[in-house]
């Protein structure tokens, strides 16, 4: 009767999720951890994330010691357990002095224990990394292919050495600095348990890729010197579908999570966002005529401390580059459709909410005479509470379209974000219509 009632539970289970390892393997006085079992919660994007069936062998690396590069052992590692394995990474520290394209991978994952550090070779780096062509993005590392574990069980480290690069940008502000790691063409895959440091330029770059849950992730930045941690973005997606980041806390530079062109069907929710620009949507509509979109996205429970902005979203105007006009950007076309914030605990940020239209183009009157091509339409901002920045006292939230024709059902409830002078808050609204904007006390400028 009882096993009876179980069974269809567990199969169930079993379908939704990772499936957890009974016992660890010992090597070397390590033992192999069990892959955590990861749920959306509580919300999701309502597509499907693939199953991925239990592993059956490990493959562990040795770490060379002395500084002794070891990327070439784990790409052997990762081609011997390919397709049902386990790379068990258990030494303390491993170097990785190569280029290590991992876009191969399918049913496999990685156990991370200890810190996998990239050599600090600017030259080599520039040389070598993996180059794509929207923003100069390149990474030292690429994972890829299908149904993709990767677990540090709270110790595994990521460590990009991004103190070379700040201290190199402060020289020569051109070097080509990698992100740090790369995610391109992953269908099915998890990321926890793990933390980052000091990425060379942005933390993760995620592109063509679908079906993949961060939960546990730990951003960290940190300078010894007076050349500040540069860029430093948490995430940033790209031709991207389907992808959850949850209970994470971040303390960088820049944005915490940004969503570049074609990125949908994301959640992003209880995480902390420390000395960021925001959760920002955007930039887009930078490039003359193409066409970006940005859709389904719910940004839920975030906690947002000594921010620029907490939740944001950047469109060009419609100025066609080749125009003299200061040099700048926009003409891009696209959509900016059914975006949700809900729930932004802030502390301290210069800008509750950011929406603009008029990216690159801070005259107003410029912009509003080439209103962008790319609609935003379908935007909630809601239950937002805390204290914003002196920055811009008594005014704590920026909303400016280039014309109402593109900026359609924008939405705002329950905003109770008040400015440190203690008067009463006050909300800039441009090009925009008033009726859906609920609980805010709206200006011109
Ligand atoms: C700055 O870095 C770029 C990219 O590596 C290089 O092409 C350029 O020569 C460097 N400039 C100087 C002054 O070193
Ligand atoms: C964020 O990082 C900065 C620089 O390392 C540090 O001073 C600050 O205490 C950190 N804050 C949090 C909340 O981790
Ligand atoms: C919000 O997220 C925090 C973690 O940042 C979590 O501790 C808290 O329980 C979450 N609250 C809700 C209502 O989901
Ligand atoms: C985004 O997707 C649309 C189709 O929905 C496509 O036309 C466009 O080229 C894509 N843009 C980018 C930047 O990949
Ligand atoms: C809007 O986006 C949310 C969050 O991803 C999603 O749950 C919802 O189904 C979307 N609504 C429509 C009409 O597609
Ligand atoms: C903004 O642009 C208009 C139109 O070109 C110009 O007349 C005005 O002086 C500009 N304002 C500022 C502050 O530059």
Redesign the pocket.
């Known amino acids: 009767m009882f096993s009876k009632l179980l069974l269809p539970v567990i199969t169930v289970l079993a379908t939704l999720s990772s499936i957890t390892e009974a016992t660890g393997r010992t090597h070397n006085g390590h033992t192999t951890a069990p892959r955590p079992t990861i749920k959306p919660y509580p919300y999701t994007t309502g597509k499907q994330f693939p199953a991925s069936p239990r592993r059956t062998r490990h493959c562990f690396v040795d770490a060379l010691g002395n500084g002794k590069d070891d990327s070439d052992n784990i790409l052997a590692a990762a081609r011997k357990c390919n397709d049902g394995g386990t790379i068990a990474l258990m030494d303390d520290l491993y170097i990785i002095g190569k280029a290590l394209d991992l876009t191969f991978l399918k049913h496999v994952d990685f156990d991370i224990q200890g810190t996998l550090k990239f050599v600090p070779d600017v030259a080599y780096w520039e040389a070598n990394s993996f180059k794509f062509t929207?923003q100069g993005a390149n990474t030292m590392i690429l994972f890829g292919g299908e149904d993709i574990n990767i677990f540090g069980s709270g110790k595994g480290t990521i460590d990009g050495s991004g103190q070379t690069w700040w201290d190199g940008y402060a020289k020569n502000s051109s070097i080509y600095r990698p992100m740090m790691v790369g995610v391109s063409g992953m269908k099915g895959g998890t990321w926890s348990g793990l933390r980052m440091i000091n990425p060379p330029n942005w933390f993760n770059w995620i592109t063509d890729s679908n079906d993949i849950i961060y939960d546990n992730i730990r951003l960290d930045v940190f300078s010894v010197n007076s050349n500040s941690p540069k860029n430093t973005d948490g995430w940033d997606t790209?031709?991207t579908d389907n992808v959850i980041v949850q209970n994470s806390i971040v303390n960088n530079t820049d944005d915490c999570f940004s969503w570049k062109?074609?990125s949908t069907n994301i959640v992003v929710q209880n995480n902390q966002c420390t000395g960021s620009h925001g959760m920002s949507i955007g930039s887009l509509g930078q490039?003359d005529g193409?066409?970006?979109?940005v859709e389904n996205v719910l940004i839920y429970n975030t906690t947002m401390k000594n921010v620029g902005s907490a939740a944001r979203i950047k469109v060009y105007p419609d100025i066609n580059p080749n125009v003299p006009n200061n040099g700048m950007s926009g003409g891009g076309l696209?959509m900016v459709n059914n975006i949700t914030y809900d729930g932004m605990h802030i502390n301290s940020a210069d800008w509750a909410i950011e929406v603009t239209q008029c990216y690159g183009q801070s005259n107003r009157t410029i912009c509003t005479e080439y209103p962008s091509k790319l609609a935003i339409q379908d935007i909630w901002f809601k239950n937002f509470d805390g204290v914003a920045s002196k920055k811009y006292d008594p005014k704590v939230a920026t909303l400016v379209c280039s014309s109402p024709n593109v900026c359609q059902c924008i939405h705002t409830d329950n905003i109770n974000v008040k400015p440190p002078s203690g008067k009463p808050a006050q909300h800039v609204c441009a090009n925009l219509y008033r009726g859906f904007l609920k609980t805010l006390n709206c200006v011109d400028s």
Do not use: C
Not at 290 to 293: A, E, K, N, S, T
């Open positions: 929207f790209y031709r062109p074609n490039y193409v066409y970006d979109l696209g």
